[in-house]
């Protein structure tokens, strides 16, 4: 399979929250390319930087939709939920000896792009309208400071 | 099988609803395209995609119809989790190396499309009700703030 290419499709414009898919998308294709290499250590490693750092994504995603009010956080949360839960079945797996990583990188492409451009373009325009009135009222700090506590 | 057009009477009215049923029916008819085209991996990628989206899909709808305290919800789940067996059985035949596409594609268009039109009407004015602002986040301010002066 190929690398995922980063498009404009892809872009929110929200530039804290397409830096972080980015980042998501290179460890994707950090997988792809550790894949053949047949070293279970260094694909574990991989996995769970992976796992890890969307876990944080998605916290720090549902704090600037509860921030802003958006009104659809729940649905969007469920959906967050069940991809973990898909993911951390696929790592069960994994640790059982199965070699999933294939298995795993079509899921983990289909959804997050899936994801990105319908289920995260929804609450782009209420984040993006509070991120603004947040940067007035509290300083730029705030954005700062809110990526520190779920990156730190 | 031809395209499927969108029309009104697929309209829930719920933007972030329609806007995923859209997405769904975007999938359905590039699985067309994919078949007619007689590509086996462009299918299955579509099929991926399509069943990937769907399934996230309706944990999103479950959670609005649960926030809504829609009267109906338990029924309306049971009907997403018909699907999801089917689905999951699909799934199982063609990890086994059936080819199932003609019939699983066949199965998404029917079904889907009927569920959009008559079974997820039903939830919507519970959404609509009890779900206050879920719609307004796209409105313009002054058109709503009239709105709301004339008919409080």
């Not at chain 2, 989790?81 to 035949?93: P, T």
């Amino acid at each position: 399979m190929a690398h995922i290419q980063w498009s404009d499709d892809l872009n929110t414009n929200i530039a804290v929250i397409d830096s972080q898919h980015k980042r998501i998308v290179s460890y994707i294709n950090n997988l792809e390319d550790v894949k053949d290499k047949d070293d279970r250590t260094v694909e574990e490693q991989v996995l769970n930087e992976l796992v890890d750092y969307t876990l944080s994504h998605f916290a720090f995603e549902e704090s600037l939709m509860e921030d802003a009010g958006y009104g659809f956080i729940n649905g969007h949360k469920r959906v967050h939920q069940l991809f973990v839960k898909r993911v951390s079945d696929f790592m069960q797996r994994f640790k059982l000896g199965e070699d999933i990583t294939e298995e795993l990188l079509i899921v983990l492409k289909a959804w997050l792009i899936n994801h990105i451009k319908s289920d995260d373009n929804d609450y782009v325009d209420i984040v993006k309208k509070n991120l603004g009135n947040m940067d007035a009222r509290k300083g730029d700090g705030w954005l700062t400071m809110s990526v520190k506590k779920f990156f730190a | 099988m031809s395209y499927i057009q969108w029309s009104d009477d697929l309209a829930t009215g719920i933007g972030v609803i329609d806007s995923q049923h859209k997405r769904i029916i975007h999938y359905i008819n590039q699985l067309e395209d994919a078949q007619a085209l007689n590509e086996p991996e462009l299918v299955s990628e579509v099929l991926i995609h399509l069943t990937d989206y769907t399934l996230s899909h309706f944990a999103f709808e479950e959670s609005l119809m649960e926030d809504a305290g829609y009267v109906a919800a338990a029924i309306h789940v049971k009907t997403h989790d018909s699907f999801r067996d089917k689905i999951n059985a699909y799934n199982l035949r063609h990890k086994a190396g059936e080819d199932v596409s003609k019939e699983l594609s066949k199965l998404l268009n029917v079904w889907l499309i009927e569920h959009i039109a008559n079974d997820d009407s039903s939830y919507t004015p519970f959404v609509l009700k009890n779900i206050p602002g879920i719609n307004s986040e796209k409105k313009s301010g002054w058109l709503t703030r009239k709105l709301h002066t004339f008919f409080p």
